[in-house]
């Protein structure tokens, strides 16, 4: 199991804001060992000056989320934990596609490894499965069922990002292809694992900056789709906001920020 635990040193009265980055390989950063983990953190101390991060990446290449040590491997992260994870991060399955495991178990071990957390008053962002190289009509076809899977659940504390969107693989020009990804089609290089960082980094903070503008609990802002359209009908104006809310002073937020 690759684990790392970090920590920044930039002072605040707030407790820091743990996270937890679970999964595979692509958590851990391999083979370059540069965890998305160290960018995301970044993100968030460039978004909120002065914040205090701490975060932990436990990505164990190779590992199944039906059979392997998936779901195991959360539940000790929770309970040897220091203290409880503010956000978990949980990205797999892409190993449980290349051996050939269904789609439903692939989805019930992701829930169960989602549960932990959530069942702990911690928050979840679950991120579908990126494509890679192979084109195999099985593999495509069991990924999109898992991604629906993960697109359309609604929890409280539940949110998702839609990675595979985020970081192509075949849609990605030529020489981007050859920057990000790595000669495998399945892994990343460097600069991948950053790009992959920012893009989670980014989704994470709108919804902190979100409820943090509505001064209220994050249970309540995105994940029903009820609320959500309240809120827009509240917020999303071309101009709004009140400076008395936010460190940063007031934000513009657009609806397809959030799509």
């Known amino acids: 199991m690759a684990s790392q635990a970090k920590k920044s040193t930039k ?14 390989s692509l958590t851990c950063g391999y083979p370059v060992d ?10 968030i101390e460039e978004a909120f000056p002065g914040r205090k991060v701490e975060y932990e990446v ?10 392997g040590q998936y779901i195991p491997r959360m539940r000790r992260s929770w309970a040897t934990a220091k ?29 169960l490894a989602w549960n932990v957390p959530l069942s702990k008053g911690g928050k ?15 593999i495509t076809e069991r990924r999109g069922e898992v991604n ?15 990675l595979f969107k985020e970081l192509p693989y075949h849609d990605m020009m030529p020489q981007d292809r050859a920057k990000y990804w790595d000669m495998d089609g399945l892994h990343l290089q460097a600069a991948g694992y950053d790009l992959m960082g920012e893009k989670i980094g980014d989704s994470l903070v709108r919804i902190l900056r979100l409820a943090e503008a509505q001064g209220t609990d994050i249970s309540s802002v995105v994940w029903d789709a009820k609320q959500r359209k309240a809120i827009e009908d509240l917020i999303f104006e071309e101009e709004m906001g009140d400076p008395r809310l936010l460190s940063q002073g007031y934000i513009v937020v657009r609806k397809k920020d959030l799509d």
């Open 83 to 111: 203290r409880p994870y503010d956000w978990t991060i949980v990205l797999g399955g892409t190993n449980d596609l290349g051996w050939g495991r269904p789609a439903d178990e692939i989805i019930e071990g992701l829930k």
């Open 124 to 138: 979840v962002l679950a991120l579908t499965i990126p494509e890679t190289k192979g084109k195999f009509q099985s």
């Open 148 to 162: 629906n899977a993960i697109r359309n659940y609604e929890k409280e504390n539940f949110f998702h990002l839609d």
């Open 58 to 67: 436990d990505g164990m290449p190779g590992d199944l989320v039906t059979t």
């Open 34 to 43: 540069n965890p998305y983990a160290i960018r995301l953190v970044q993100k």
């Open 11 to 24: 002072p605040s009265s707030e407790l820091p804001l743990r996270i937890l980055c679970f999964g595979n």
